[in-house]
């Protein structure tokens, strides 16, 4: 099972909205709608933003959204603030053997 | 409130075995939705899911690594212990432990704060 894709960075400026994309297979992303999102602050662990596609958990903000169009997985931030300049990564499930999930390779943000 | 912590050795030697472990609260691994996964990340690299285990101990690796991952559980002191044999410097990362959901996709909710280990002679 490869990584799934992601870019390798992305800007925008504070306010902008802005989105990842997550490219995936037919045997992951795009046959369950059970991707996730996650941020890394640099030397902290990750936290969970968005589950199951397009849910967010308790206390993450509206601004961060999810959807999916195929094989493809996007995370939306909207009104960027200076505060989610991190590494964002998506993850899929990809079936009931191993290795039931793969994560992608990260996506450095930037907000200028 | 929920909280894993990753404990374990900071420095291990080539060929050495690490064994990891992490120790969990605010939910219990006796509970059938959810277990705890091992995923690693090398400095500045991405995120490896290694392994993972649930209350029922049903156990999965990853593919690469299967020969050289070990999970298990101790359900009544809460802890999840991962042991890798033959370490080399690229297993040079930051490991963490996660609960993970299963009827969420196995979506990792909480981590631990992760434990570097590094891998050197």
């Known amino acids: 099972q490869s990584a799934l894709t992601q870019p390798a960075s992305v800007s925008g400026s504070p306010g902008q909205s802005i989105t990842i994309s997550c490219t995936g297979t037919s045997s992951d992303v795009g046959s369950y709608n059970l991707v996730s999102w996650y941020q890394q602050h640099p030397g902290k662990a990750p936290k969970l933003m968005i589950y199951?596609?397009?849910k967010r958990p308790s206390g993450v903000s509206n601004r961060f959204s999810g959807s999916k169009s195929g094989n493809t997985a996007s995370l939306t931030i909207s009104g960027l603030q200076a505060e989610d300049e991190a590494d964002y990564y998506c993850?899929?499930?990809?079936?009931?053997?191993?290795?039931?999930?793969?994560f992608g390779g990260g996506t450095k943000l930037t907000v200028l | 409130q929920v909280t894993l912590k990753e404990s374990g050795p900071v420095l291990v030697k080539p060929t050495e075995t690490l064994t990891l472990t992490c120790t969990v609260s605010?939910?219990?691994?006796?509970?059938?939705?959810?277990?705890v996964s091992w995923i690693r990340q090398p400095p500045g690299k991405a995120l490896e899911w290694l392994a993972h285990?649930?209350?029922?101990?049903?156990?999965s690796y990853s593919t690469s690594l299967k020969s050289r991952l070990t999970i298990s559980k101790d359900t009544s002191k809460s802890q999840v212990v991962l042991t890798m044999t033959n370490m080399d410097p690229v297993d040079t990362a930051t490991y963490y432990c996660a609960r993970i959901v299963r009827a969420s996709g196995y979506v990792s909710d909480y981590w631990g704060q992760g434990t570097l280990v590094t891998v050197s002679s």
């Open positions: 285990i649930f209350s029922n101990d049903e156990k």
């Open positions: 605010g939910f219990s691994l006796s509970n059938a939705r959810m277990g």
């Open positions: 199951e596609g397009s």
């Open positions: 993850c899929s499930y990809a079936g009931s053997s191993t290795p039931y999930v793969v």
